[in-house]
């Protein structure tokens, strides 16, 4: 019995113990630790939904600070709330876990790189950069600086380029900085539309939808005209349809919310006619 | 006698010993399947010989040793090159016995690491006469939230107008309830386990939801819906998480299919990404990809089933790294649609194989057990990897540890 109360106490104390010692209570202090508390005790779904009541800056405050814990259930949980509540402490407790020995840990960091779109965590982002030694993450951190950052960046990210030979990151970098505004970097891009690869071509396409700049649809005749097969877009087991270079341009198109008069995705076989409009709204596009 | 008499022709390749699985039957994480397809490795040139996996502090991993080419009187000795990567705990000492055939047992590593264990002549330091190489993985745990699925369509008084619950039986098995259908998942999960373990991959279910899908999910009134819808449903699901695969238990589809795992970098690159984004100005919505485990519980699937599909979703057989399309679906051969998959008995071991019950082709019959059970397709994964000319579905061990801990690999 005595072991009992004292654990009553010491939650208690956790909840509420500068309110319980005669100080003013902060309420705003008092949702944090009780969060802290059911977090680190594991009581999921009330912490998530404790979560949800709260300032997401308290929230990712407490995330922050307890990220560090050595319990795995502990890091997953907090990994699970600040993929709800984004916030920049959320996205630095997510970053401090990318060189997490615990691989599950580390994999469930990685694929929360793209929650990181405060401005405020640009620096950290640099940091975690420089800190990995993983080119994938290197390469989806240099991509989430080009959506968060501005073209202040650019000088840091071009340091990175010059210092890597690594090709995949090197491409992330360029198109990051395309993103950021950055001309060559776009005409890198933009060069890949022509290659006579299918491959280089298509990945143009994608990184285009990620620079999101629906100006650079302009340059998209020569892959408008291009009727090879590409991607598959038929499930396992069915009988096989590929959609062509000409219908992943379109889908671009869509994606980058130019007005066709159809939608073409997810990724279908369009019609001449169809593929044919497409190439009109390119041409006007050019025009202006 | 001596211990070896063959007659060696010029180019002859002699095997005086050789490895295999170490039972037969189902998937079982201690007696993992061996890489014994090709001795040409494209990533580790140096290494000519067969392979097996296991994952770090697993214990009593068993593989059978067998003598085939030399006298059951030769002394034989099974050494670890290096014994913190593989502890030989059986035979102790690494003496073998005169069995044509017997057991070797070990414990991996606390690490990641490779070693091999080799098979010396006379003495435990005398000459190498064969040897499998190990692969030990460090653990990840692939999260996983299970959604028990149910359609419901209501009209706009949200009166129910038509509905489709979980049948029964559930997955082949008479389920009467909520508490016996989660068991059935979970025993499919802990038995696709069972292939995925000795590769370093630990399925985990985190949680298990009931999540509803209408309307606004399918964007049409059905309950038996189709790949598009099925697929859309998938993206815009309530209680979709960003950080466990969302393996969708549902009760119907008319895709005629037992699951299907859809891995993120394809659902991304053929365009499955919902709700659609407006025009601009607007801003556009949260938008979330198709990707997941889709499960049809009114089909035969079953725990290999889950192995397999998860192999899609950890990016086996073949998806092109540069633009997210599937160059090939499942194991050699294969053309998209599997129609024209090589059929012989190494395809027909491998888990990736896209028939899940063997075809009885009479009179080739031996062919219809590959060490798994009559008419059953195996759990082999493949490790070695060949020139992307030669074959693209191979290495699939390390290409799937390696998609698990990649950036998107979980996607909300």
Known sequence: ??????????????????????????????????????????????????????????????????????????????????SEIPSVGSCRAVLGRLQDSNLTIRSVANSLIGFCNQRAVIPDLFQAMDESHDTQVQGAIARQIGISGDATAQPQLQEHYDNTPDEGLRNSITVAMARLGNEDSRRRVIQRLTDPTVDARIQGLHDIEYIGEPKLARYFSPVLEDRRDAIAISPPHDPRVMARVCDVAAGSMTALGLPLPYRALPLRRLSDSEIQQALELVRSLYAQ | MPDFVTTIWNTERIYMVDFGRAKTGAAHRRFPD????????????????????????????????????????????????????????????????????????????????????????????????????????????????????????????????????????????????????????????????ETWVPHGVVFTVVDIVDTVWGRPEFGSGTVSPNFGEMTQAGALSPNRSAVNVN???IPTTTQGITGMGIPPAWARATGLVFPPAPPPPAAPPPQHLSSGLYLVSDSTATAQTVAHEMGHYMTLCALNPLTGNADQWHSTGDVLGGAHTRDDSVSRR???????????????????????????????????????????????????????LAPGFYVG
């Not at chain 2, 994964?381 to 290409?399: K, V």
């Open chain 2, 34 to 193: 061996i890489d014994n397809v090709g001795y040409h490795d494209d990533a580790f040139a140096a290494e000519h010989g067969p392979i097996v996996s296991a994952m770090a502090n697993q214990t009593r991993v068993n593989v059978r040793f067998h003598r085939t080419e030399i006298s059951t009187a030769a002394k034989l000795f099974a050494v670890s090159t290096d014994p913190t990567v593989v502890n030989i705990t059986s035979p102790a000492g690494g003496a073998l016995s005169r069995s044509r055939s017997q057991n070797i047992e070990f414990t991996a590593g606390g690490a990641a690491g490779r070693a091999d264990i080799e098979i010396r002549y006379g003495w435990n330091d005398g000459p190498m006469i064969g040897r499998l190489y190990v692969q030990v993985y460090a653990r990840i745990q692939v999260l996983m939230r299970v959604h028990l699925v149910t359609y419901v369509q209501r009209d706009l008084a949200g009166n129910i107008v038509a509905q489709r619950n979980h049948p029964n039986p559930f997955f082949s098995k008479n389920c009467a309830n909520r508490a016996q259908r989660i068991a059935r998942i979970r025993e499919f999960i802990n038995q696709a386990n």
């Open chain 2, 350 to 404: 491998r888990i990736m194989y896209p028939v899940v019950s063997l075809l009885n082709a009479a009179p080739s019959t031996w062919r219809n057990n590959t060490g798994y059970g009559n008419q059953l397709a195996g759990s082999f994964l493949t490790y070695r990897r060949l020139p992307a000319a030669q074959d693209i579905t191979f290495e699939e061990s390390q290409r799937a540890h390696t998609a698990a």
């Open chain 1, 1 to 82: 019995m005595r072991s009992n109360y004292a654990i009553v106490l010491l939650v208690i104390s956790a909840c509420f113990g500068e309110g319980q010692s005669g100080k003013v209570m902060n309420p705003d202090h008092s949702l944090r630790s009780q969060l802290s508390h059911l977090i680190q005790a594991r009581r999921s779904e009330e912490a998530k939904a404790l979560a949800r009541t709260m300032n997401p800056g308290d929230v990712g405050v407490v995330l922050q600070e307890i990220a560090g814990t050595p319990k795995p259930a502990v890091q997953l949980l907090v990994l699970d709330i600040a």
């Open chain 2, 247 to 249: 393996v969708y238990c």
